[in-house]
């Protein structure tokens, strides 16, 4: 079935009917409170599902510091020239407009024992439920030499936003042949194919603009997501200007000097005038401040996602540590429905339908050049378990290619009108 805007949103409507019931009172303080943290892919899906299907029968705040969000999905074809930073940005009036009360504050603490969420502006907010999905942080000292003073010299821009357009600046102020180094995460990460994606689009620019520069990755993984096709299409569209270099060869001992703009690749030392640094990754902060986490991740239930530490707080899309589901936006939006669905059965007494998750992973390589990996899953008592799936394949023509990509713009405008309600 080819995605797009009708269809991905079509896929939604059997996990979001309701059989609703009179709510259920919490601890005699009247309506049930949800309290979401974080309004990107999981949060935003969350709240505005368990607000518009609750019918009010649930109050729902959101908790989001940014009044404009910025997707990290399809923030590398910025990077490309495909798209502008407009394209990516979308606030939150759909979300009010349903009913969620939005809440641009960051939030600092949680306590579970007295169920508030602590904000920076002062005070705090109660909750029945927490949902919790605050997305990726750094680990420090992943990559000797970095750290988050340095991301304005050596960007990850893997938060997408104002990192975006500062690799993008200095993409553009590359001089005529010179090296865009890249220092890749290993895994588990954020979008798995996202640094493969960025490298297409960098060399997409470069083509264009600075066609004897040199692109040069450092990647501490043996193996990454559409290898085969990634390489096929670097060999077919972007020849001599890509070198990956894995653990084989020293991909995994590497270290950067911001000051010098080295990147030091198992002891050889290249200058580069643009180092994109994409550190080892881990759970948003809150979701370690909140106790939920093992150091890394968020261990959750497949059937709602409520955490192993906690079944009134629930932990979506990157942050958790689910099983097989790849940590991208179609996953957490995919994960809120669920738990949307779960959390509001359990405080309103309406239907809640068996857990299923799907995920699709889309790619550009170069222009109408796409790609796509996904899959089908459901919750197991151990975890979410992988039922079947699909890639694309090496050799596809250049119809089938354009269609994928094509499906791929009907997908983003489809997931971002289910978080938000309406581009605004």
Not at 4 to 10: D, I, Q, S, V, Y
Not at 163 to 187: I, S, Y
Not at 350 to 370: E, H, M, Q, Y
Not at 378 to 393: L, M, N, P
């Amino acid at each position: 079935m080819k995605m797009n805007r009708r269809t991905f949103l079509g896929t939604t409507v059997a996990a979001s009917a309701t059989l609703s019931a009179p709510a259920v009172l919490a601890d005699g303080h009247g309506k049930p409170r949800v309290v979401v943290v974080g309004g990107g892919a999981g949060g935003a899906t969350a709240a505005r599902y368990i607000a518009k299907d609750s019918k009010g029968a649930i109050d729902v705040t959101l908790i989001e510091p940014t009044r404009t969000y910025y997707t990290c999905f399809f923030s590398n074809l910025y990077l490309g020239g495909f798209k502008d930073m407009d394209d990516l940005g979308h606030t939150y009036g759909g979300l009010a407009a349903n009913g969620v009360n939005v809440v641009h504050d960051w939030a600092v603490d949680v306590d579970r024992d007295a169920r508030t969420v602590s904000l920076a502006g002062g005070g705090s907010v109660g909750y029945d439920k927490l949902i919790l999905s605050p997305g990726i942080d750094f680990i420090d000292g992943a990559v000797p030499g970095w750290d988050l003073s340095t991301q304005n010299a050596m960007p990850h821009a893997y938060k997408a936003g104002s990192q975006t357009e500062l690799l993008k600046a200095q993409l553009k102020a590359m001089p005529q042949g010179g090296v865009f180094g890249m220092v890749a995460p290993p895994n588990p990460y954020r979008c798995p194919p996202g640094p493969y994606e960025r490298v297409s689009m960098v060399a997409h620019y470069l083509k264009a603009n600075n066609p004897t520069a040199k692109i040069l990755i450092a990647d501490p993984k043996p193996k990454f997501s559409k290898q085969g096709l990634f390489e096929e299409g670097w060999q077919k569209h972007y020849g001599g200007m890509i070198e990956r270099i894995g653990p084989d060869f020293g991909g995994d001992n590497v270290s950067v000097n911001a000051a010098d703009m080295t990147l030091d690749i198992d002891g050889e030392v290249t200058e580069v005038a643009v180092c994109n640094v994409i550190p080892a990754m881990k759970a948003g902060r809150i979701a370690d401040m909140a106790g939920v986490t093992d150091g890394n991740w968020a261990p959750v239930n497949a059937i709602d996602m409520s955490s192993k530490a906690d079944p009134d707080v629930h932990v979506l899309g990157d942050a958790s540590q689910q099983g097989d589901m790849p940590k991208s936006g179609f996953s957490a939006n995919s994960q809120a429905k669920v738990c949307a669905n779960a959390v509001r059965g359990a405080l309103t007494g309406s239907r809640v339908f068996p857990a299923k998750f799907s995920n699709t992973c889309w790619s550009l390589i170069d222009t109408n050049d796409g790609i796509k990996v996904g899959a089908t899953y459901e919750a197991t008592d151990e975890k979410i378990a992988k039922i079947d799936g699909f890639v694309s394949q090496t050799g596809e023509s250049a119809e089938v290619r354009q269609a994928t990509y094509e499906e791929s713009e009907g997908w983003y405008a489809g997931i971002t009108a289910d978080m938000f309600g309406a581009k605004a």
